[in-house]
């Protein structure tokens, strides 16, 4: 089977230490033998997640942009992209559990608070303590969770709308907005034990993603001492790195429809001359899908301050959500009646695409992805 880096372009490949090569050829053959053959058993609810995320962490992949010090890889972010793209190209579902978890494998470290690091850092970096996060409710308007500064602590009241991989998860970093200041937030360590303060709903029914478990949380008057503060931040500061975010974050789109143009692939090569579109469609798709790469990663690697810098970030962001989209529709189309099955790859994947429509969403990036479609945008 083909992998992503190898399908799209070598495009960034050369940044690689060789340890990091190793590490990317491990997770390609994880994704190859393991992974990706389960991929619809775990989005159908016949496989379980925490299986594909074992086998990653006995190759010591869970802990991938931990530093060494405290018992990951020390991954670079070029590392991470083809990471990413190759999760994401076998079972959106494995990628986004582990996503998050990789988002505060690296809070924690960064975190002022040296504590949370020694109890807990190594634990994560190994996959012994998965830690998910409830902050994305800090881009709506209305306060979700609200944070009260008391006595040895916080008090956190409120609903956190989305948390992915509850049962998985040994702890969850909350964000919250201050009570007393609606620009402030403050990121705080909880673990999940439920109880009349720390209440999950069960499973959300989603179309896309169904098998990540994604829960709503409510705590009710939860205390949270100092000893598990993460962090402060600011309504300003997460639009701030949101914006430096736009084009960097194309990485799970892009593993999408790499993993879709594969699907078409098979298709075209099953059906053989009877349909001569196909090749000459693949063939299109895979230009314009490494194209779309290099110019999203050139922008995200360029500077922020550039005039033109947002324009061209949302342009490449709701790029590669469309195309992802556009390439999984069209592996559904050459799949026939086939394609609709539930054991068939190329459904799976156009839910997975209608996903990455909307994971980390900001108000630009849904008004440039409406844009995008609407038809004044079209040549016709
Ligand atoms: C399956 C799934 C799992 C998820 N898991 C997690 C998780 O584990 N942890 C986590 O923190 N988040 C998670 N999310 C949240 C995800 O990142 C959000 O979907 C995303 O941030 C969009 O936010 P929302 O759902 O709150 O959308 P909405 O409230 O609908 O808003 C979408 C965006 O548009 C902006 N916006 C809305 N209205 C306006 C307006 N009038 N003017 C200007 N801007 C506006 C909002 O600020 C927001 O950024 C998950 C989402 C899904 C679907």
Not at 182 to 194: G, Q, R
Request: hydrophobic fraction near 40%; glycine fraction near 10%; charged fraction near 20%.
């Amino acid at each position: 089977m083909e992998n992503a880096a190898e399908t799209v372009g070598i495009a960034g490949l050369e940044l690689l230490t060789a340890h990091e090569t190793h590490l990317l050829q491990e997770t390609k053959r994880i994704c190859d033998t393991v992974i990706e053959p389960r991929a619809e058993a775990v989005d159908n609810g016949e496989a379980d997640p925490l299986d594909n995320l074992k086998t990653l962490a006995e190759a010591g992949l869970i802990g991938v942009t931990t530093p060494r010090e405290w018992g990951g890889q020390g991954c670079s972010s070029a590392f991470l992209r083809v990471f990413t793209e190759t999760l994401t190209a076998a079972c959106g579902t494995t990628w986004f559990i582990l996503t998050q978890h990789l988002g505060t494998c690296g809070t924690i470290h960064g975190s002022e608070n040296a504590t949370l690091r020694e109890r807990f850092l190594r634990d994560m970096a190994s996959g012994n303590h998965y830690v998910g996060v409830g902050f994305g409710h800090l881009r709506r308007k209305e306060p979700m969770l609200l944070a009260t500064v008391v006595d040895g602590g916080y008090r956190v009241s409120g609903v956190a709308p989305w948390v992915t991989g509850y049962p998985y998860l040994s702890a969850v970093v909350f964000g919250a907005t201050l009570d007393t200041d609606p620009e402030c937030h403050v990121y705080l360590y909880a673990p999940v034990i439920e109880s009349e303060q720390f209440a999950s709903s069960p499973p959300l029914p989603l179309c896309a993603m169904n098998a990540t478990a994604t829960t709503e949380v409510t705590l009710s008057d939860l205390f949270v001492p100092q000893e598990n503060f993460v962090k402060w931040g600011s309504r300003d500061g997460m639009k701030r790195g949101d914006d430096a975010g736009i084009a960097g974050a194309v990485s799970p789109a892009i593993g999408c429809a790499t993993g879709a143009l594969r699907d078409l692939r098979r298709v075209a090569d099953k059906r053989g001359s009877g349909i001569r579109a196909l090749p000459a469609a693949t063939e299109a798709f895979a230009n314009e899908l490494a194209t779309l790469r290099e110019r999203a990663y050139a922008i995200a690697d360029g500077a922020k301050d550039a005039p033109d810098y947002k324009t061209n970030a949302l342009a490449v962001r709701a790029g590669a959500i469309e195309l992802a989209v556009r390439i999984a529709h069209a592996a559904v189309a050459g799949a026939g009646g086939a394609g609709n099955s539930r054991a068939h790859p190329a459904q799976r994947r156009f839910r997975e695409a209608l996903f990455y429509t909307l994971t980390a969403q900001t108000g630009d990036i849904l008004g440039a992805t409406v844009s995008l479609l609407s038809r004044e945008n079209r040549a016709t």
